[in-house]
């Protein structure tokens, strides 16, 4: 079945450094992208999408990198913030599938002051 | 702008209550919502797709007589938990996908739901 995975569940940056949090996704025919920032006690928080029709989107100190060739995203935070901790996950949708999202498995992100 | 809110925030309730969330889209219509459950420490789990006047399409495993759900306007959905058990206790989430971006879904902050 279709499925949306991470590579990593925990990183753990110093504030300042740039993070990459990465994606794997197994539907091909996945069209479309989202990146969530979910905190603690909180609904999901959208950050960034992307169409597959691209490869690369840049927002507020953020990018997200598509590779549909290996089935892979990241997002990009630069300068990462304490603000900036929390658990990102990724989810794919695909119009065959009614556009229902399918979310990785997510991953912590601790910003070291 | 998309913003989503959901009441209550959280809710204790006894064994065998049945306990309502409701779900809005305070900022733009959406005839779709979708409603979500999480356990702690895991990502969020499709229950159902909500549909405005239409009935509810349920994800394999959830049960709709005990998760119902009703989308009565373009900004309003609800979720029904009948007959709570402490099994049911979870975070739920529901989202909605606006008209002008159907590909996109905005969050709700969630409900807490405790069933002792």
């Known amino acids: 079945g279709e499925s949306v995975g991470l590579h990593l569940p925990t990183l753990s940056v110093q504030e300042g450094d740039n993070s990459i949090i990465n994606c794997a996704y197994s539907n091909s025919a996945s069209d479309y992208f989202i990146w969530y920032k979910q905190e603690s006690g909180k609904g999901p928080q959208f950050i960034i999408d992307i169409r597959s029709n691209m490869d690369k989107r840049q927002g507020q100190r953020v990018t997200v990198l598509l590779n549909k060739t290996v089935k892979h995203l990241s997002l990009q935070i630069a300068a990462t913030q304490p603000g900036d901790s929390a658990v990102y996950f990724c989810?794919?949708?695909?119009?065959?599938?009614?556009?229902?999202?399918?979310f990785g498995a997510g991953t912590i992100l601790r910003v070291k002051s | 702008g998309a913003v989503v809110s959901q009441h209550p925030s959280r809710v204790i309730c006894k064994s065998g209550t049945s306990v309502k969330i409701e779900c809005r889209s305070l900022d733009f219509q959406a005839t779709t919502m979708f409603w979500y459950r999480q356990f702690p420490k895991q990502s969020l789990m499709l229950m159902a797709t909500s549909n405005e006047g239409s009935k509810a399409t349920y994800e394999q495993g959830v049960e709709k007589d005990k998760f119902l759900i009703n989308h009565a306007s373009l900004t309003l959905s609800t979720l029904t938990v009948t007959s709570a058990h402490p099994e049911d206790s979870s975070f739920y989430i529901c989202?909605?996908?606006?008209?002008?971006?159907?590909?996109?879904?905005?969050f709700g902050p969630g409900t807490r739901l405790l069933v002792l």
């Open positions: 989810a794919g949708t695909d119009m065959e599938y009614g556009n229902k999202l399918v």
């Open positions: 989202s909605a996908r606006p008209l002008a971006r159907q590909e996109t879904q905005y």
